[in-house]
């Protein structure tokens, strides 16, 4: 891997044109519509239909840009770690859009801790140029530190608050999740194929880390927003585990000042805390 080609690189452009279809395959893809009494309606029926706040992260998606060979990464051992997701204004369930990936940053841990890598995603209509959201992410490159870079500092995150939660929200993932997430276009082999999970350590193949960060992300919206993304401005946290397909997910959530509040979420199967740290901003009078 070199650094330097990686820091340099012009932006990553992807364009695509979404139908509403798209939309609602992704709201299943995160497990929306299992309750047939819930109040998912609006992101799995075109009818009113509503697009998740997550939304953005499969939107003029690159793919698994990392598994290219120009890029010299060591693809099956690279960790989504840390994801946060900014809305500049109203999702659009349809339309085109064009997103710009950028590699901002690189820190060395070293040859036996690897590599942090850092890159952010605009989201830009492609009709009228106007920002629509803007993505960042981490990731740990396991087979590519000792590089000889900076190794960064290790900002510790603000602890939880030591009190119980203001809500815990209980959501089942299917076993077919991941294959269903999948077809959003993340087609990382480390979500499907056992041999490919096997190798990166994996009893079998685990959930897509964006699936954790929706389904915690719809456990939030329920509470705090009438499960409706308008009110949402952002959402971030840090993954801490993997999520086998089939597994529930409980989502401990603790209000703050107004507009503002911290969770976390568990498996309930094995009591692993899967994200942590994790934040939200939205709009306290439109709840």
């Given amino acids: ?30 497990g929306a519509g299992q309750d047939p ?12 239909l509503s697009a998740l706040p997550t939304y953005p992260a499969v939107l003029a998606y690159p793919g698994f840009w990392m598994r290219e060979p120009q890029y010299g990464i060591d693809w099956k051992r690279v960790l989504h770690v840390e994801q946060s997701v900014e809305l500049h204004r109203p999702l659009p369930v349809e339309g085109r859009v064009r997103s710009e990936l ?23 209509g492609e009709d009228d140029g106007e920002p629509i959201a803007t993505l960042r992410q981490a990731s740990i490159l396991r087979g590519n530190g000792g590089f000889g870079g900076s190794p960064g500092s290790s900002a510790r995150p603000a602890p939880l608050p ?39 350590g994996f009893p079998r193949p685990i959930l897509h880390g964006l699936c954790t960060f929706a389904v ?50 568990r498996v309930a199967e094995r009591d692993a805390v899967v994200l942590d740290n994790c934040h939200v901003a939205y709009a306290e009078d439109t709840n």
């Fill in 37 to 48: 009494a819930g109040d998912d309606l609006r992101f799995v029926y075109e009818d009113g």
């Fill in 216 to 265: 915690a992300c719809r456990a939030v919206l329920s509470v705090l927003c009438g499960n409706r993304t308008e009110p949402l401005r952002k959402v971030g946290g840090r993954f801490s585990a993997v999520v086998f397909p089939g597994e529930t997910i409980i989502t401990e959530i603790w209000r703050q000042e107004p507009g503002g509040a911290v969770f976390r979420a």
């Fill in 102 to 124: 950028r590699v901002d940053e690189i820190l060395d841990k070293g040859a036996d801790k690897g590599a942090i890598l850092f890159s952010s995603r605009r989201i830009y």
């Fill in 1 to 30: 891997m070199d650094p330097r080609f990686l820091l340099d690189m012009p932006p990553l452009t992807t364009r695509q044109e979404f139908s509403r279809k798209d939309t609602i395959l992704y709201a299943l893809g995160v």
């Fill in 162 to 200: 030591q009190r119980p939660p203001d809500h815990v929200v209980s959501l089942a993932t299917r076993a077919e999740q991941a294959l269903i997430y999948r077809l959003n276009g993340d087609d990382n082999p480390l979500h499907v194929d056992p041999g490919v999970a096997a190798e990166a």
